[in-house]
């Protein structure tokens, strides 16, 4: 007779990814797909990259805060860490929550991706048809350097960083049978009872709205810097 599995060894859905999370990473996804299509090509099409540019600075800034007052495993204290825990994770020795929200790998992709593309887009200056809200604060040599990094190797450190992300995605289905996209949409994780879900609530949902208004309020005052 097969004896009944110990409570423990269960595992339960646990909400890992709140809401407002898996609205700023879809809502990423849609704009940096944007941004890459309108910058390839270029032209009247730059108007939309620029505003997509600002949704993106807007996105980020949500993220910033919300790593600081957002669910449990959107919080930077949970995922951001150092080299040493990097290494760890690579050679197989990661610490249990590792798995449960963003492995410490990913943190790092996530926030190299978003923050060169922004900053070097800011103070742009191509002389032709783009000019970032930023860039009459700099030197006109910074601003051409700024560009240059933006629609060069930038560019291509944000594609190399998105196929990277894609690929970790596929591994994890294809090697180690865990498909990681379901939970970016429900927000649940099959994981041991005692694992500590994230807060979801309506109360963390206006939450997070307020923080959505400061963060669109800081975009539009960092874009109105460069109308003197």
């Known amino acids: 007779m097969t004896s009944a ?16 999370t898996r609205l700023f990473h879809w809502l990423l996804v849609a704009a940096v797909v944007g941004l890459v299509i309108t910058g390839n090509l270029g032209g009247n099409w730059m ?24 669910g449990r495993w959107s919080r930077f204290q949970h995922f951001v860490c150092g080299p040493g825990a990097v290494l760890d994770y690579l050679r197989g020795r ?11 790998l990913g943190a790092l992709s996530v926030l190299a991706m978003l923050a060169v593309q922004v900053g070097t887009g800011l103070i742009s200056d191509d002389e032709i ?18 560009t240059a990094f933006h629609k060069g190797w930038g560019k291509l450190l944000v594609l190399g960083l998105i196929a990277l992300h894609i690929a970790a995605i596929a591994y994890y289905r294809l090697r180690r ?3 990681l996209l379901p939970a970016m949409l429900h927000g ?41």
């Open 177 to 179: 049978g865990k498909s």
């Open 129 to 146: 048809a783009f000019v970032g809200p930023l860039a009459r604060f700099v030197a006109s040599d910074t601003a051409y350097a700024a």
């Open 47 to 70: 108007t939309w990259h620029q505003r997509l540019g600002y949704a993106v600075l807007a996105l980020l800034g949500f993220r910033l805060l919300w790593g600081l007052v957002g």
């Open 188 to 228: 649940d994780k099959t994981l041991p009872p005692d694992t500590p879900a994230s807060a979801d609530g309506w109360r963390q949902r206006l939450l997070a709205l307020a923080v959505a208004v400061a963060s669109v309020a800081a975009t539009v005052a960092v874009v109105n810097l460069g109308n003197p």
């Open 5 to 20: 599995p110990h409570p423990n060894t269960d595992h339960i859905p646990v909400r890992v990814w709140d809401l407002p």
């Open 94 to 104: 990661g610490r249990p929550h590792d798995e449960v929200g963003h492995s410490p």
